[in-house]
């Protein structure tokens, strides 16, 4: 669908058309990212005993996330003095862009995807990449001794997971053939890649989970040690795209393990009459809870054992996984 | 070509989330490694000691609950102790065990509330919460005493302010084993956490040479193995009518007082739960005490076993209705001094897990 578009001679309808669908994607995400972290406070409110918002909007507190934006939209936008101005304002628009720019590759459903591509998932893992250098910047340019730790740490902390995520992610792309992320949800069809590579699914989940930042590998953000990390001096609005980065970021990954790993849009065994974009839905959300529930249980690893753990441990297995991967497809397919 | 490298100096606090209050810790680092740690103190200082020369026994009580105030109740204890033993008043049997009762419940307060902060300092959300619950339990507990819920100002020299409550008792009989079910889930949650366990194991340690020539007391002493607890060793009150163990560690690391402390909650609830049983259900809730108190002229010393270690309060009187000198040992201060050798060398993030573990009370180390 999308192709015939692209392909089709420029016309200001077609214009219209992809603005449009740009504004509708944009409008779903901030739409996950407020009721995302809703949830979030929600299901750790559950988690902890404890009830979580209900006064904003009803008791539920539906509205809650809405008027936390407002009033960051309200706040007055302070840039410190010592700080790197350009930088400064520079880098929260470096770190939230590219987490949008990495929804266009993924598959919803077999017919709503933005950009079908070759090497969909290179892609993902090289723009979303691009983020570290707006978290790094960010601290940089605060000249905050905290903030500049911090950055420090998401620099580290974010390349070194990348290439266990990287690793683990060959393992599919040996089996699926491909790196198109549409092809790689249609070798599912049989079997989810969870129970092909379940060694590739646990190193790819907890390098996810260290990609986005949280909980037990919140570092660069660590509160009680680092106040806020690389994001202390900033406030308002520019504060406000960093954790919308972290959150859309949130919403990406959990679609692109739910695409690896768990089918897709492909439903369980006898339930095909339900739509895929439900499956997949319901898929992202299970993704979500337990990215939340990890946040309500653990503690938060030293920065010298995260290193030790994402060289010495994930990377020589997600090694193995590919060799594993690549013999056995070798003898037996 | 090297790099030029530069050592920074990172101030941490007055205001950092993870000082436990007014802290400030000056950290010379070069990377993430501390070359250098200064603590600052003084922050909350109040001069409790010189404003008690100006006041009558009794009125210095209220300002004992701000010293340590999450365990306010042995504070009020050692204030009593002290003159009652200068002025060799005899305090009724039903009013010690009221003591006894609000002290140990107090332990565990401030035990919960040092196992939620910690955690909280070492990431983990949950647990925060979770020992709160459990507290806002014993709060309420100890507010139906005393009408208060932190500073209690409950404990009177010969005696106790407030008798118990009908009912009072069942509901701290009925607390016992709520508390047991609960710690259970907390091993269960945290002790056996492999992240946790990582980041506690082998960091800060101490020897039992060390932790003696630092003069630390309480659970920064007892795990490096030295069994040393007044509560046994010095009894006071009536804490040699009750079977409890004293729990000893022998890592003298971060780990070690952690368990320690976890152990403690079990042998208070222990010594709650016999004093329960033993509870006299009749008697005077105060001794015999002169109208105007009057310490006769010379000094003395008592100290017990609080939560974070051996409080001690040093009288000196001239005869009259206010003391001449009044000091106290406050364990947290003492235990604190040994923070600069132990921060040494050691990564940043292990900052918060050693001055956690050490658990201090601002309002103790400042007086």
Redesign the interface.
């Given at each position: 669908m999308m192709e015939q578009w692209l392909e089709s001679t420029p016309s200001w309808s077609n214009i219209a058309l992809f603005f449009g669908l740009g504004a509708l994607l944009l409008a779903v995400v901030l739409a996950f990212v407020t009721y995302g972290i809703l949830a979030e406070r929600k299901v750790?409110g559950f988690?902890?005993?404890?009830i979580g918002p209900n006064q904003v909007g009803g008791r539920f507190g539906l509205l809650q996330t809405v008027a936390d934006v407002l009033k960051l939209l309200l706040k007055e936008d302070t840039i410190p003095k010592a700080a790197d101005r350009p930088l400064y304002v520079l880098a929260p628009i470096i770190a939230f862009t590219p987490s949008f720019m990495v929804l266009a590759v993924l598959p919803f459903t077999d017919s709503f995807r933005f950009a079908d591509i070759g090497v969909g998932l290179l892609y993902y893992i090289a723009v979303s990449g691009l983020t570290t250098i707006g978290v790094v910047a960010g601290g940089w340019a605060s000249n905050n001794?905290?903030a500049l730790?911090g950055g420090m740490r998401a620099a580290a902390q974010m390349i070194s997971y990348e290439i266990p995520l990287v690793m683990s992610a060959l393992g599919v792309v040996l089996l699926a053939g491909s790196m198109n992320l549409v092809d790689i949800v249609a070798a599912q069809k049989d079997v989810w890649f969870i129970f092909a590579q379940p060694l590739a699914f646990l190193i790819f989940l907890i390098a996810a989970v260290a990609e986005l930042n949280r909980?037990?590998f919140?570092?660069p953000e660590?509160?009680?040690?680092l106040?806020a990390g690389f994001h202390v001096e900033y406030s308002g609005f520019r504060w406000a795209f960093f954790m919308l980065a972290e959150y859309v970021y949130l919403f990406a990954m959990a679609a692109l393990v739910t695409i690896l790993f768990l089918g897709g849009w492909h439903p369980v065994a006898f339930l095909g009459w339900i739509p895929g974009a439900v499956w997949f839905a319901l898929k992202f959300c299970a993704v979500v809870f337990v990215l939340i529930w990890f946040?309500?249980?653990?503690?938060?690893?030293?920065?010298?054992?995260l290193m030790e753990f994402a060289w010495k441990v994930l990377l020589p297995l997600s090694l193995v996984n590919i060799v594993l991967t690549a013999v056995v497809k070798a003898w037996f397919f | 070509m090297m790099l030029r490298t530069e050592e920074m100096i990172l101030n941490v606090g007055p205001q950092h989330p993870s000082t436990h209050g007014v802290f400030r810790l000056i950290l010379k680092i070069d990377g993430e490694i501390i070359q250098e740690a200064t603590p600052v103190i003084g922050y909350l200082h109040r001069g409790t000691e010189k404003i008690a020369e100006g006041l009558q026994y009794t009125q210095i009580i209220p300002y004992t609950d701000r010293m340590d105030y999450l365990s306010a109740m042995t504070n009020n204890y050692v204030l009593c102790h002290a003159v009652e033993t200068m002025m060799g008043i005899e305090v009724p049997e039903r009013a010690e065990y009221l003591r006894v009762l609000a002290m140990e419940l107090g332990r565990i307060a401030s035990h919960l509330v040092w196992w939620g902060t910690y955690l909280l300092d070492l990431g983990a959300t949950s647990p925060f919460l979770y020992a709160f619950r459990e507290r806002e339990m014993i709060i309420n507990l100890l507010n139906e005493l005393s009408g208060a819920r932190l500073t209690f100002n409950y404990m009177r020299i010969g005696g106790v302010k407030w008798d118990a409550p009908d009912g009072w008792i069942d509901k701290v009989k009925q607390f016992v084993p709520y508390m047991r079910e609960k710690l259970h889930g907390y091993h269960e949650l945290v002790t056996g956490n492999e992240i946790f366990r990582q980041r506690v194991t082998g960091v800060g340690r101490y020897t039992k040479e060390e932790a003696i020539s630092y003069s630390l007391s309480g659970v920064n002493l007892r795990s490096t193995g030295v069994k040393w607890d007044l509560r046994k060793d010095e009894p006071y009150s009536i804490y040699d009518r009750f079977d409890f163990d004293v729990p000893v560690r022998d890592g003298g690391d971060c780990l070690a007082r952690y368990e320690c402390r976890m152990a403690e909650i079990e042998q208070s609830l222990r010594i709650i739960e016999q004093a329960c049983e033993q509870f006299p259900p009749e008697g005077p809730i105060m001794g015999k005490v002169p109208r105007i108190i009057k310490a006769p002229p010379g000094e003395t010393f008592v100290r017990i076993e609080a939560p974070r270690g051996e409080i001690g309060c040093y009288i000196a009187s001239d005869g009259k209705k206010e003391p001449y000198r009044l000091k106290f040992r406050r364990p947290s201060f003492y235990n604190l001094q040994i923070l600069p050798k132990l921060l040494k060398g050691q990564n940043l993030a292990n900052v918060i897990a050693i001055l956690g573990s050490i658990d201090i009370v601002l309002g103790e180390v400042d007086g």
């Open positions: 750790m988690m902890q005993g404890r001794k905290y730790l909980t037990p919140d570092l660590a509160e009680s040690e106040v946040r309500a249980t653990f503690p938060r690893v030293r920065a010298d054992q | -």
